[in-house]
């Protein structure tokens, strides 16, 4: 089966406000993976770092003490969900490599109980507010697509890797047909480009996206929410609340991208030769 060959089915994005104590984080988030489970959602969301307050404007050397092994409790959370509920769960968290002082910004794919990708967040900002190039080092490979139980092709990207279109349109050459972006957005100003540069994402590639992010107030950072699941047609096809915890989830049908590729054969018509600058970084002409 491939992923378009693959029947309707639900995903779910879990919106959160985390607090200082990672353990009451994991917890929570344990309940809205429940929730999302027992809503009927096959593909679940966790935001960016979920179990951890994110980064502040200031870089804080005691942030690394919040590290930790991609076997440690924060991806057992989401490993034991995806068992328990023959679900694929999409964990995001601070890594803590076997190399000492290396650290990522990690997202993991779960299927069934077992681990199908390991994404290093590869584009980090050091910008309004989010010194990332302080505490991770850029993953080095590309998203890859993972088949889930149902057979849909999952992919994933990271926040900030939104406002770079060559990420997503990789997941959409591969197969994907479902993109997952955990997000850690509190920009303000930005909100609105946050919600254009996803729909575009959907659009431009054929693609459903589901996004999650958190809420509340982490120093002077407010987190928007507005976790979302969006259609191929850039269509809102669910959206969560600006506050508190939610579980947003929208049913989403692979014949449906499949159509819109035909329709729209964006994928089709790229002129691949023509592009050569992209890699080089230069324009050409």
């Known amino acids: 089966m491939t992923s378009l060959d693959a029947s309707p089915l639900d995903v779910a994005a879990v919106q959160l406000t985390a607090t200082p104590d990672p353990d009451a984080n994991r917890a929570r988030a344990r309940e809205l993976l429940d929730e999302a489970a027992g809503r009927g959602a096959r593909v679940v969301l966790l935001p960016e770092l979920y179990a951890v307050p994110f980064v502040q404007p200031d870089p804080d050397p ?6 930790e092994p991609l076997d440690g409790p924060s991806n057992a959370v989401a490993r034991e969900a995806s068992a328990r509920h023959g679900i694929t769960v999409v964990s995001s968290v601070f890594e803590a490599s076997a190399v000492p002082g290396v650290y990522h910004n990690t997202a993991c794919t779960y299927v069934a109980g077992e681990l199908a990708s390991v994404y290093r967040k590869s584009h980090l900002p050091f910008s309004n507010g989010f010194p990332e190039k302080y505490y991770f080092r850029p993953g080095e490979h590309p998203p890859e697509v993972v088949t889930t139980s149902e057979g849909l ?113 964006f994928l089709r018509d790229r002129r691949p030769g023509l592009y050569g600058g992209l890699a080089e970084g230069l324009p050409r002409g």
């Open 153 to 265: 092709g999952v992919g994933t990207i990271i926040c900030y890797e939104r406002h770079f279109p060559e990420l997503g349109r990789l997941v959409g050459l591969g197969g994907g047909t479902l993109l997952c972006v955990p997000v850690a957005s509190a920009s303000a100003p930005m909100r609105e480009v946050f919600q254009l540069e996803l729909r575009a994402q959907a659009v431009f590639n054929g693609l459903y996206v589901v996004c999650a992010n958190r809420t509340g107030q982490e120093g002077p950072k407010r987190y928007f929410g507005t976790s979302a699941v969006y259609g191929p047609d850039g269509e809102i096809l669910a959206q969560g609340g600006e506050e508190g915890d939610e579980v947003v989830i929208a049913t989403i049908d692979p014949a449906h991208a499949a159509r819109t590729r035909r329709t729209r054969p």
């Open 62 to 67: 005691d942030y690394f003490d919040l590290a």
